[in-house]
């Protein structure tokens, strides 16, 4: 992501986006005073071991499938800053020079996104690591909940600025609801703690049914799971299985299905831990902000967090005690009570440290597979001989031996007629490439190449670059014109690997026509 420095200048500096400080609030009321990137996740941390493929989401980068929508950017034209993007520095020191009381706020990110209005820009790409073990996960979650609970006090009406002073908090009620819902977060295992003991003790005393309550405690705390999956069940019967063949993988992956149902799985299992350390942040916060006034800051780099928790399954037991006692406890009350459910689910929660443990181990590398089975090579030929046919269809006479720049089977006109250099690109090596796997003949081939050649010397140029977007039924450059130094790049590439071909198969009468 080398542009991403430059591109979050040119948006924090965009005329829109200059922030304009209420002064009486001393908050930005107009513009952004932070932009914040979309962030992603590095392909080699998202494929680390069997935790990450099921809690990361895809690595690496796809510009074109994975740019997000947010809705308080969406509604309010204000986004929630998590800690990575760019700053309006000056705006920033002109603020919280007298704002927040020094050392006691860890998480200052929410904040700081509340008072500057931070802005998004999902077409700005950064990529951010993942934590590799399930017990430097947990860490991080600690220190999350740790620093929501210390920022409490800006849903107040007043606020506790430096110098001991007090005034009228300056933060709009979108601000501060996000601020609420971090923290009802936090509390929602504990809740679901509390409903099982009260379904605990009507079962012992009044010898209630507890499958429904530990039901309803089981959709609600995957409510978010569910809905996907719901969503994907309505909506898949709208793809067709040709429309969706390119997202299958030769490499093992875990289906976004999967991974979901998977996660939803082990968040049940990974409960009682999840309330241990809820609580225990937000105790220790409590403590520690009325109490001690101590360690108010305490925190560790995320490098310091992944040594420091092994791979071992007495490691995970010391760390994740509270799940093993929690689930003698089930068990006990279904030795009492002949209850399969609390059984199960006792079992589940103590056995779930060595679950942990076993995610988190690193992937053994395998030995690269030096040859595909005959159903990843049908596959393959499948896909490219369904790509060449819209190139074989489409570049043709009444385009002017052009590739259209992309075709939609919901939209009246299924082509659009225009194209790109790197589109001609492309086309070019699609004839190569459909002669070299049989999928057309030689004459095919060069009558093909022939006239699209033949047009590209006829497209007007700049100093000999190509123009980025073409007509391709009358042939001029779209307004406004540039060219690009990526799809220009694109065509050159693509044309130096056709003149190799060329000068290979120049026996075939291949070579004379480039030249």
């Given at each position: 992501?080398?542009?991403?420095?430059?591109?979050?200048?040119?948006?924090?500096?965009?005329?829109?986006?200059?922030?304009?400080?209420?002064?009486?609030?001393?908050?930005?009321?107009?513009?952004?005073?932070?932009?914040?990137?979309?962030?992603?996740?590095?392909?080699?941390?998202?494929?680390?071991?069997?935790?990450?493929?099921?809690?990361?989401?895809?690595?690496?980068t796809d510009p074109y499938t994975n740019v997000v929508s947010d809705i308080y950017q969406d509604t309010f034209d204000e986004g929630s800053f998590i800690g990575k993007g760019i700053y309006e520095l000056k705006v920033f020191y002109e603020i919280f020079k007298k704002e927040i009381p020094e050392n006691t706020v860890l998480s200052h990110d929410l904040l700081e996104g509340n008072y500057l209005r931070?802005?998004?820009?999902?077409?700005?790409?950064?990529?951010?690591?993942?934590?590799?073990?399930?017990?430097?996960?947990?860490?991080?979650?600690?220190?999350?909940?740790?620093?929501?609970?210390?920022?409490?006090?800006?849903?107040?009406?007043?606020?506790?600025?430096?110098?001991?002073?007090?005034?009228?908090?300056?933060?709009?009620?979108?601000?501060?609801?996000?601020?609420?819902?971090?923290?009802?977060?936090?509390?929602?295992?504990?809740?679901?703690?509390?409903?099982?003991?009260?379904?605990?003790?009507?079962?012992?005393?009044?010898?209630?049914?507890?499958?429904?309550?530990?039901?309803?405690?089981?959709?609600?705390?995957?409510?978010?799971?569910?809905?996907?999956?719901?969503?994907?069940?309505?909506?898949?019967?709208?793809?067709?299985?040709?429309?969706?063949?390119?997202?299958?993988?030769?490499?093992?992956?875990?289906?976004?299905?999967?991974?979901?149902?998977?996660?939803?799985?082990?968040?049940?299992?990974?409960?009682?831990?999840?309330?241990?350390?809820?609580?225990?942040?937000?105790?220790?916060?409590?403590?520690?902000?009325?109490?001690?006034?101590?360690?108010?800051?305490?925190?560790?780099?995320?490098?310091?967090?992944?040594?420091?928790?092994?791979?071992?399954?007495?490691?995970?037991?010391?760390?994740?005690?509270?799940?093993?006692?929690?689930?003698?406890?089930?068990?006990?009350?279904?030795?009492?009570?002949?209850?399969?459910?609390?059984?199960?689910?006792?079992?589940?929660?103590?056995?779930?440290?060595?679950?942990?443990?076993?995610?988190?181990?690193?992937?053994?590398?395998?030995?690269?597979?030096?040859?595909?089975?005959?159903?990843?090579?049908?596959?393959?030929?499948?896909?490219?001989?369904?790509?060449?046919?819209?190139?074989?269809?489409?570049?043709?006479?009444?385009?002017?031996?052009?590739?259209?720049?992309?075709?939609?089977?919901?939209?009246?006109?299924?082509?659009?007629?225009?194209?790109?250099?790197?589109?001609i690109g492309l086309g070019l090596l699609s004839v190569i490439s459909a002669y070299d796997l049989g999928y057309t003949r030689l004459e095919d081939a060069i009558f093909l190449l022939e006239n699209m050649i033949k047009t590209i010397n006829q497209l007007q140029k700049w100093n000999g670059h190509l123009y980025n977007w073409y007509d391709i039924k009358n042939l001029e450059p779209l307004t406004p014109?540039?060219?690009?130094?990526?799809?220009?790049?694109?065509?050159?590439?693509?044309?130096?690997?056709?003149?190799?071909?060329?000068?290979?198969?120049?026996?075939?009468?291949?070579?004379?026509?480039?030249?």
């Amino acid at each position: 992501m080398l542009e991403t420095a430059s591109e979050l200048i040119g948006t924090i500096s965009h005329v829109l986006n200059i922030p304009k400080i209420d002064e009486i609030k001393n908050i930005v009321s107009e513009g952004h005073g932070i932009i914040q990137p979309r962030i992603g996740m590095d392909l080699v941390s998202s494929r680390k071991n069997l935790f990450t493929k099921i809690y990361a989401d895809a690595g690496g980068t796809d510009p074109y499938t994975n740019v997000v929508s947010d809705i308080y950017q969406d509604t309010f034209d204000e986004g929630s800053f998590i800690g990575k993007g760019i700053y309006e520095l000056k705006v920033f020191y002109e603020i919280f020079k007298k704002e927040i009381p020094e050392n006691t706020v860890l998480s200052h990110d929410l904040l700081e996104g509340n008072y500057l209005r931070s802005g998004l820009a999902s077409d700005i790409l950064l990529l951010d690591d993942m934590p590799a073990k399930y017990g430097s996960f947990i860490d991080r979650l600690s220190r999350w909940i740790r620093g929501d609970w210390q920022i409490y006090g800006w849903l107040k009406r007043k606020i506790l600025i430096q110098n001991s002073e007090r005034k009228k908090n300056p933060l709009n009620l979108i601000s501060r609801f996000k601020i609420l819902d971090n923290l009802r977060r936090s509390l929602m295992p504990i809740s679901i703690f509390t409903c099982l003991i009260f379904g605990i003790v009507l079962k012992i005393y009044f010898g209630f049914k507890i499958w429904p309550i530990i039901a309803i405690i089981a959709i609600s705390y995957i409510m978010p799971a569910v809905l996907n999956v719901l969503n994907y069940v309505v909506f898949k019967k709208d793809i067709s299985k040709d429309s969706i063949s390119a997202y299958r993988n030769i490499t093992p992956k875990l289906s976004e299905i999967k991974a979901i149902i998977i996660r939803s799985l082990l968040e049940l299992i990974f409960l009682p831990n999840k309330i241990y350390i809820s609580a225990v942040a937000i105790g220790k916060t409590i403590y520690r902000m009325h109490i001690s006034k101590e360690k108010l800051l305490e925190w560790q780099t995320a490098e310091m967090a992944e040594n420091k928790n092994k791979t071992k399954v007495s490691a995970y037991y010391k760390k994740m005690s509270f799940s093993l006692l929690l689930g003698i406890i089930l068990i006990a009350v279904a030795y009492l009570t002949w209850d399969i459910y609390l059984l199960i689910a006792g079992v589940l929660w103590g056995t779930s440290p060595i679950l942990a443990c076993y995610i988190s181990k690193d992937q053994v590398t395998r030995k690269t597979v030096k040859k595909i089975t005959r159903a990843q090579k049908e596959y393959i030929e499948e896909i490219g001989k369904k790509t060449w046919s819209f190139f074989s269809e489409y570049i043709n006479k009444e385009n002017n031996y052009l590739p259209p720049d992309n075709y939609q089977e919901d939209r009246k006109e299924h082509i659009v007629l225009r194209t790109s250099s790197t589109n001609i690109g492309l086309g070019l090596l699609s004839v190569i490439s459909a002669y070299d796997l049989g999928y057309t003949r030689l004459e095919d081939a060069i009558f093909l190449l022939e006239n699209m050649i033949k047009t590209i010397n006829q497209l007007q140029k700049w100093n000999g670059h190509l123009y980025n977007w073409y007509d391709i039924k009358n042939l001029e450059p779209l307004t406004p014109r540039f060219v690009s130094t990526v799809d220009s790049g694109n065509f050159v590439r693509i044309s130096i690997r056709i003149k190799t071909v060329c000068r290979r198969d120049k026996k075939k009468r291949v070579y004379s026509f480039w030249f």
